[in-house]
């Protein structure tokens, strides 16, 4: 894989099939209506392929499967020892076929392919391994209580998992949720974003060959406006687990009150600050990871570094190192292994993502990138964008552009870097540049985010909890502690005879 040619990309892409229909109680079915929209490459326009678009009555037909296979416990109260093993078979499955998870991910949404098939594909396999394997090693508890009283404390699985999934990770996120709902018992109801659905039906598909019983994992395709809302208000969903915009978060929210009280799980919006102190010795490798930190994946990342804090005295010269950066990362055809940015995931984001940019021409200093540009005269692609001298208060570095535009902002003391990372509505991730560890702990502890990457960028693991603080959600993806999102606490108290 990793010797790929862009024509044997290109070739496997021709050959790749692609699931368009739902999948509910283990089978592939149309939509109730028979209503379908089209799955389009970002990169050249064309329609892969016709998907199911779901609603409201597709919705009842795969939360009733999930519950059915919840109360008959085929999964809910299977051995965690046989859960774990049809897990691994399923991480396992995900390796066997990894050039076509990276495909469908590639052509849906216009993500390289070369990252996809080297970071999310087996990003997705480890995530599935690593929660199948925490199955039959999580623990419950014994309260302390005195003679005559057993007091049993378990974390038992919620029922149905409604999870709704944005289109920057499609495998990824979708993997994020699903496996550690699987893995502590629950049905999944997966609604995947309508731009790129296709890596989320043929996983669920993987899944009942690695022998996951019917009705435990739906995928139902569809739009947020109808299948997203009547997931959000269905009666019998026990908890809503998203990731996507602030504001769809909170309408998230709202259903939950306006229906049955649903859990809700939301890791929403991000304008992650990056702070580079003059102190930081490697100032190439920060640079090298502050491009790293906007420009993968087009920007299309809910914690991607967008506010740059530069200490004012090596500002200039770290924002020549950043142009020189940009300038060697050309937009390309996403199957090229050669392409350094593939394309934006559709035409409605890709204006957006101009908007900000033209406005932004006219309040600071753009010194790197600014338009939309063409792949073999086709294709929705923004060059790597750097605004300089950008005003705190400017949208550039207020509001989440999604997409490879950065704010680069000087500052002259400790206090004002912390002061203006700290101000903003969301809190999900920040990176601080220093070789002075007092400033890197000092720094950290004041900065309100959930991820604090310390000389580094983006930080993320298995072992460690993803989300945020403030309007960035409070929802938490990875770690154990993802588990707790999924199971409530159960109390069984015994009295007996001492």
């Known amino acids: 894989m990793m010797g790929y040619s862009y024509q044997d990309w290109k070739t496997r892409a021709e050959s790749i099939s692609f699931r368009g229909q739902a999948f509910v109680d283990g089978k592939f079915v149309d939509a109730i209506s028979g209503k379908t929209f089209d799955s389009i490459n970002p990169a050249t326009g064309e329609i892969l392929t016709a998907v199911a678009e779901c609603g409201a009555a597709d919705i009842d037909l795969a939360v009733s499967a999930g519950r059915r296979a919840f109360e008959d416990g085929r999964w809910s109260r299977m051995a965690p020892g046989d859960r774990k093993e049809i897990l691994l078979k399923l991480a396992a499955l995900i390796r066997e076929n990894l050039e076509e998870m990276a495909l469908l991910d590639s052509l849906d949404m216009g993500k390289l392919v070369s990252d996809a098939v080297t970071i999310d594909a087996p990003g997705s396999a480890h995530f599935f391994q690593w929660y199948a394997e925490a199955i039959d090693k999580v623990y419950d508890e014994v309260a302390p209580t005195g003679p005559g009283d057993l007091a049993l404390i378990s974390r038992v699985p ?56 019917d009705g435990v994992l739906n995928v139902v395709p569809g739009f947020g406006a109808t299948a997203g809302q009547a997931l959000g208000l269905h009666m019998d969903v026990d908890c809503l687990t998203f990731t996507g915009s602030t504001g769809i978060g909170k309408r998230f929210m709202q259903y939950s009150g306006q229906s049955n009280l649903k859990q809700v799980w939301p890791e929403t919006g991000g304008k992650s600050p990056n702070l580079v102190f003059a102190d930081c010795e490697d100032l190439e490798a920060a640079a090298d990871m502050a491009a790293f930190g906007i420009f993968f994946n087009q920007g299309e990342v809910c914690s991607a570094n967008s506010r740059l804090y530069v200490e004012r005295s090596i500002k200039d010269a770290f924002v020549e190192k950043l142009i020189e950066r940009a300038k060697a990362i050309r937009p390309g055809d996403p199957l090229d292994p050669k392409s350094k940015m593939g394309a934006i995931v559709d035409e409605k984001q890709t204006a957006g993502i101009m908007r900000f940019v033209e406005s932004g021409k006219s309040t600071a200093n ?94 993320l693991s298995a072992m460690t909890p993803f989300g945020g603080m403030k309007q960035s959600g409070f929802g938490r993806d990875l770690s154990l502690h993802s588990l707790e999102k999924y199971t409530a606490l159960k109390t069984t108290w015994i009295k007996y005879k001492p």
């Open 158 to 213: 919620l029922g149905v998992v409604g999870a709704v999934t944005p289109w920057n990770f499609p495998l990824d996120m979708a993997t994020w949720k699903a496996a550690a709902a699987l893995a502590a018992g629950n049905s999944v109801v997966l609604k995947p974003a309508e731009q790129s659905p296709l890596s989320a039906l043929r996983l669920a598909e993987l899944a009942a060959e690695a022998g996951l019983p």
């Open 366 to 459: 753009l010194v790197a990138g600014g338009e939309q540009v063409t792949v073999n005269g086709k294709g929705c692609f923004v060059q790597p964008t750097i605004f300089d001298d950008v005003k705190h208060g400017d949208p550039l570095a207020r509001d989440e552009i999604f997409g490879p535009v950065l704010a680069v902002i000087p500052f002259d003391s400790e206090q004002e870097a912390v002061e203006m990372a700290n101000d903003s509505i969301y809190g999900l991730a920040a990176s601080v540049w220093t070789d002075n560890l007092s400033r890197a702990c000092r720094v950290s502890d004041k900065l309100n985010v959930g991820t604090v990457s310390v000389n580094t960028v983006d930080a």
